[in-house]
């Protein structure tokens, strides 16, 4: 039996859910059911939508909804944000220094073909010095939870953190659905976070900026799968949202085409790839970026949030090595542990792996999005005999990590209450002033009877996320 | 300050609005037609194809004019950039990229058109539905204009919607008048008869225009509908409404930004054409070749806009 958030093992609400199971207890389920479908005419009106790679007909698919909230208590979050503080902190020391001098790896904690041999580390990015010193501006740190204490980072993602915008738009629809549960419950606001995310990155503005901080969103339009977020965060920052087309590089600063002219931005957000974001730099195929942008990011004409090469931190190889990095650049254990991982890249570790394939979960080094993994207990026979083969072909493109008793929470169904799986995404943001962890965040929810999975892409769901304030 | 992009993507979501409702009224418009009178029919649906400059789209797609296959094309097929659905979709495409310059009253308002007619349009449309489909373009029209004008600070925004908005029309109307040219002539009506009664009406209706033109208790006539669709100040459809508004919206934008343009010249020019002069002397031009200039203009104008407020790249 997994540790179920709301009733623990037991059947009686655990503390931070007892005023809210006895509010449940009082609803009708009728009115609830109305509710929830409510909630759905709600998001397809604002447009709150998620294309799907790949599916043309489902191009515009609602994330589904839930309407029973995830709730931490205070104790609980200042624990997960402490943890995640350090790790955050530890992630950009890591980066300017592989990307500078180089300690670690001398040191001899991470070996260095985990770096040279990266297909994510950036050598553009040697010696460069993103203004500020900071790298990682915005992460989403994926937590996941096996009981009453024990918390586990699952993920560190720290290139282009998506699902912000549900935290938000959840919490408003919670608002309205049920507005006599936030007189019940003191709920730690997440609305700041547009305004904190335009300060912390208005912190990192570049040297060649003057006056007050020009913050753009790029996007690669409409058509990206989460463009309804970069839309949603510009319009709540009150900054520009842009597109590779409306930017060149003029007098040695990145312009926006206004009706007036070219305007030079100070902070671009991008949420772009790397790849995609100088074709003279990177990818020469690329119609979605900035021809030279690098070059003036080099000269400290313009921030890049989050800085390019990032993605060397959020590598699910150099995962693994997360609790060395916390320890060599903050000088103290990780506050939050790793989920144990097998890289397959080290031969004992493939055998191993290769032996239990039926008990764990194995994931491609650069995969995301829950695509290309293999959940090795939910698995036919089949899938586990293809992946052993893509396995045994290519071992150090994966890792394994032990199939998880992750936490549950309960979904609201036709026949009541259901425990399913969830994991949680605070949103961090990080600036020469500081990290600022918004309390709450995208939890998201596996619908399915049992599954492990909770991406949405792959059917999952998403519920709103409580920090209680006392 | 506002993107280029952005100015291009709410003039050309307003456009497509516009062009929407234009639609739905041509159809009802040729459909009142072809009920009234079943010989005129093929001839009036290539006269509403026409004037939404569908008619070569149409030849390719069916070999035969009729009823059945017109209304199809102009409502909901997506080979004809036109049709309502084609129009809807890039409306809300614009809307999207525009976002972030859109109250959210705006953006729903859009996006809720979008989703009803999408439902409304899955499925060939019946005889028995048309009206109510009609009617729910219409209302859906009203419901973006409401919320524009209800919620949208006037400024640079504001002006390039409506700049969409007034080219649209324009294109919209004079085309109307120019499809129908050869019934509005003196020298070829015949003047009284039933026929031309109805070609009237269908004039008309088709812009909006049949209950404000009773209102005047004017003696019907070719001379009168021109007159009215083309000069009257008073009228929001006529040519001389749109070019006043589009005038005094570029001068909004002038007033803002602080620059004159060179689209302000050209608006200024036809502005001049449809406010000093008389329904007399647009008859003795030729009404075919005054429409004809005019809307050739409207699309000039159209392109110094997208140039001067440097839409696209």
């Known amino acids: ?470 | 300050m506002m993107l280029g992009k952005t100015a291009g993507g709410l003039f050309w979501m307003c456009r497509y609005l516009e062009r929407s409702a234009n639609n739905a009224r041509l159809i009802e418009a040729g459909s009142r037609m072809a009920m009234t009178r079943a010989d005129a029919s093929d001839a009036e649906w290539i006269s509403v194809l026409s004037t939404a400059n569908a008619l070569d789209g149409y030849n390719e797609r069916h070999d035969e004019i009729n009823r059945t296959h017109a209304i199809d094309y102009m409502l909901r097929d997506r080979t004809n950039p036109s049709s309502v659905m084609s129009v809807v979709d890039a409306a809300r495409n614009n809307a999207r990229m525009v976002r972030v310059a859109l109250t959210r009253e705006v953006w729903e308002a859009v996006n809720d058109t979008w989703m009803r007619l999408k439902d409304a349009l899955a499925r060939q449309v019946s005889e028995k539905d048309l009206p109510n489909v009609l009617e729910l373009i219409r209302q859906q029209s009203a419901q973006v204009r409401g919320a524009l004008h209800g919620t949208m600070l006037r400024n640079d925004i504001f002006n390039f919607c409506r700049i969409g908005t007034f080219l649209e029309r324009t294109d919209n109307v004079a085309r109307i008048l120019d499809v129908k040219y050869y019934v509005l002539l003196p020298s070829v009506s015949m003047v009284g008869s039933s026929i031309d009664n109805f070609q009237w009406e269908t004039i008309l209706r088709s812009a909006a225009a049949e209950r404000s033109f009773a209102w005047l208790n004017k003696e019907s006539g070719p001379r009168a509908i021109s007159e009215f669709l083309i000069l009257d100040q008073r009228l929001p459809r006529s040519l001389a409404f749109c070019y006043i508004n589009l005038a005094r919206n570029l001068a909004n934008l002038e007033a803002e930004y602080g620059e004159t343009k060179p689209c302000q010249a050209i608006c200024a020019n036809i502005l001049q054409r449809l406010t000093t002069t008389d329904i007399d002397a647009i008859m003795e031009e030729g009404l075919h070749e005054f429409l004809t200039r005019l809307i050739n203009d409207n699309n000039g104008l159209g392109t110094q806009i997208e140039e001067d407020y440097r839409f696209a790249y």
């Open chain 1, 1 to 470: 039996m997994p540790f179920d958030e709301m009733f623990g093992h037991g059947e009686h609400p655990r503390q931070p859910y007892q005023t809210y199971s006895d509010w449940f207890q009082s609803e009708n389920s009728r009115s609830l059911r109305k509710k929830a479908k409510e909630a759905e005419r709600a998001f397809r009106r604002t447009g709150i939508t998620f294309n799907v790679y790949g599916r043309e007909e489902a191009n515009e698919r609602l994330i589904p909804f839930d309407i029973v909230p995830h709730i931490l208590s205070n104790r609980e979050w200042q624990k997960l944000s402490e943890g995640i503080e350090q790790r955050v902190l530890a992630l950009n020391a890591f980066l300017h220094d592989i990307y500078h001098r180089q300690e670690i790896l001398k040191a001899g904690r991470i070996p260095r073909e985990m770096i040279s041999q990266n297909a994510a580390f950036e050598p553009k990015m040697i010696g460069v010095d993103p203004p500020g010193g900071i790298y990682t501006h915005i992460v989403g740190t994926d937590i996941v939870r096996t009981g009453e204490d024990e918390f586990y980072v699952l993920e560190d993602n720290a290139r282009t953190p998506s699902g912000v915008s549900y935290m938000l738009e959840n919490r408003e629809t919670m608002f309205e659905m049920f507005p006599d549960l936030f007189i019940r419950h003191k709920v730690c606001p997440v609305s700041t976070y547009p305004k904190r995310l335009r300060r912390s990155l208005a912190a990192c503005a570049p040297s060649a900026c003057t006056d007050k901080p020009v913050v753009a969103v790029l996007t690669p339009g409409i058509h990206n799968s989460a463009y309804f977020e970069h839309s949603f965060l510009a319009d709540e920052m009150g900054a520009e949202l842009v597109e590779g087309h409306d930017l060149r590089v003029v007098n040695g600063r990145v312009a926006m085409r206004t009706t007036q002219g070219y305007m030079p931005v100070d902070v671009l957000y991008r949420r772009v790839d790397d790849a995609y974001l100088d074709p003279l730099n990177f990818n020469p195929d690329s119609v979605l970026g900035v021809p030279g942008i690098m070059d003036i990011y080099r000269a400290g004409g313009i921030t890049i949030a989050n800085a390019p090469g990032t993605g060397i931190a959020d590598d699910k190889a150099i995962y693994s090595y997360m609790p060395d990095i916390v320890e060599f650049y903050t000088g103290e254990k990780a506050k939050l542990p790793n989920v144990p991982t097998w890289r397959c890249s080290d031969p004992d570790s493939l055998a191993y792996v290769l032996d239990n394939l039926e008990d764990l979960v194995v994931k491609e080094v650069h995969g995301s999005g829950g695509y290309g993994m293999l959940v090795g207990p939910a698995a036919s026979r089949k899938e586990v005999a293809a992946f052993r083969a893509k396995l045994q072909a290519k071992p150090d493109g994966y890792i394994a990590q032990p199939t998880l008793a992750l936490s549950t929470v309960p979904i609201f169904t036709n026949q009541g209450l259901a425990p399913r799986h969830v994991d949680l995404r605070p949103f961090v943001l990080v600036s020469p002033n500081g990290v600022d962890i918004t309390p709450g965040g995208l939890t998201r929810v596996a619908l399915k009877k049992g599954s492990l999975v909770v991406n949405s892409s792959q059917g999952g769901g998403t519920k709103d996320t409580w920090v209680l304030e006392s």
